[in-house]
């Protein structure tokens, strides 16, 4: 009986796969070679053949793609700019102090005309980690950190400032919300 069975059983599953195989030819040779356009050597294509008996052969291809490096530099090499929108005189001077005490490059020790209620750490493009090494050194949260719109130099409005400002990498605005906090308060009195 259990013979019988068996090859009842074979005989279905082997007409059942000719007749799909039949009416569904594939040909995959060039999905097995293929890569991603532009994708160099960071993307390579993961190929897995699936095969279920009695049913067609199927294909998957999945691609890995590496994160970028993270870029770092030295504080030497990042040049910031501190911009004061706290109304309180001398807060742009104390605070790029405190980061030319820690080895970056400042500039732009200016009283802004308007106050500003938000404190933001800006940043030029590939120079996110360098905020937030920034924003650290200040004692600020990676929160107020953002990509330095296009219009950055409209902030800085002090006319004594050096003119290769455009080349600076993060631009602090101090806001009069105190995420920043002055490094050395002007005594009270």
Do not use: C, W
């Not at 999905?31 to 294509?45: T, V, Y």
């Not at 005189?89 to 009283?111: M, S």
Request: charge should be negative.
């Amino acid at each position: 009986m259990l013979v019988l069975v068996a090859v009842v059983l074979g005989a279905f599953l082997l007409a059942r796969g000719f007749d799909d195989d039949a009416g569904s030819s594939q040909d995959t040779s060039g999905e097995e070679s293929a890569e991603p356009a532009g994708s160099g050597s960071q993307a390579q294509p993961e190929v897995t053949a699936t095969t279920v008996a009695g049913a067609p052969a199927t294909t998957t291809t999945s691609t890995t793609v590496a994160p970028p490096p993270v870029v770092t530099r030295p504080a030497g090499e990042v040049k910031v700019a501190v911009m004061n929108g706290t109304g309180v005189r001398g807060r742009a001077g104390r605070t790029a102090d405190k980061l030319n005490a820690g080895g970056y490059v400042t500039a732009a020790k200016n009283t802004q005309q308007d106050r500003v209620e938000n404190s933001v750490v800006y940043y030029r493009q590939g120079y996110g980690d360098d905020a937030k090494a920034v924003a650290s050194a200040l004692g600020a949260a990676a929160d107020i950190i953002t990509p330095a719109p296009a219009t950055i130099m409209t902030l800085i409005r002090n006319p004594e400032s050096p003119a290769d400002l455009v080349d600076f990498h993060v631009f602090v605005v101090l806001g009069t919300d105190d995420t920043i906090l002055d490094p050395t308060p002007p005594a009270a009195g």
